[in-house]
């Protein structure tokens, strides 16, 4: 894996460990977030969204090169953690995320595949009721393409975007099952072996599990 993937992991972990020494002086009062609206459910899931998480996800994404017939597709697994800050029914926050990926496609001589990609974005959600939530999420992306042809391969990593929608539901205390899409855009970078510039664009569906350190 790339240096930028190691960084990103050594960021996530960072601002996870920060976030959760943080939260151990305020979870004491966590009671101040509880929502009025909604006192019947808090037993069903986070009372108060607010804090650092943890999780895993699974899914599957497929997409195409660009300047290049190949449409890479494939399961994606991963890991996910982040910050969530809370105003009455507003859940805003920010998470990270690494993902190794099965993504490939070959239409002769080329192949291309995805080995992985990651994310760090900022989310914003609306609680519908204290255990479910909608959500909107969009930042920085990145990760790596490699092509193949006649024995020869060549890989790049490139940053880019994505942007997604998402909905959160609450199903036992300090855990959150997701489901969520995200679009990928990795940008074009110059390879050798096809002459031209290639980037893949993506979309991914994932299901993914958090606990939440509240």
Avoid: C
């Avoid at 609206?37 to 650092?52: E, F, K, N, R, T």
């Avoid at 195409?64 to 996910?80: E, H, I, L, R």
């Avoid at 190794?100 to 001589?109: I, S």
Wanted: charged share 10%; net charge neutral.
């Amino acid at each position: 894996m790339s240096r930028i993937a190691l960084r990103l992991l050594a960021l996530i972990a960072v601002v996870w460990t920060t976030s959760a020494q943080a939260a151990d002086f305020s979870y004491g009062s966590q009671s101040r977030y509880a929502p009025s609206y909604a006192p019947s459910v808090q037993s069903l899931g986070p009372d108060s969204w607010a804090g650092p998480y943890l999780g895993g996800n699974l899914g599957y994404a497929w997409g195409s090169v660009d300047n290049n017939p190949t449409k890479p597709s494939g399961f994606v697994a991963g890991a996910q953690a982040g910050y969530n800050f809370r105003n009455g029914p507003w859940v805003f926050g920010v998470e990270g995320d690494i993902q190794a990926t099965g993504a490939d496609d070959t239409f002769a001589p080329w192949k291309f595949s995805n080995p992985w990609f990651g994310t760090l974005r900022g989310r914003a959600g609306y609680l519908l009721t204290n255990v479910i939530m909608f959500y909107g999420t969009g930042g920085l992306a990145f990760g790596d393409l490699r092509g193949e042809t006649f024995g020869l391969s060549e890989s790049h990593t490139t940053a880019g975007w994505t942007a997604g929608l998402g909905a959160e539901y609450g199903f036992a205390p300090h855990w959150s099952a997701k489901l969520e899409y995200l679009y990928v855009d990795l940008a074009n970078s110059p390879f050798s072996i096809t002459g031209v510039s290639n980037g893949y664009r993506f979309g991914s569906v994932r299901f993914g599990v958090n606990y939440h350190f509240w």
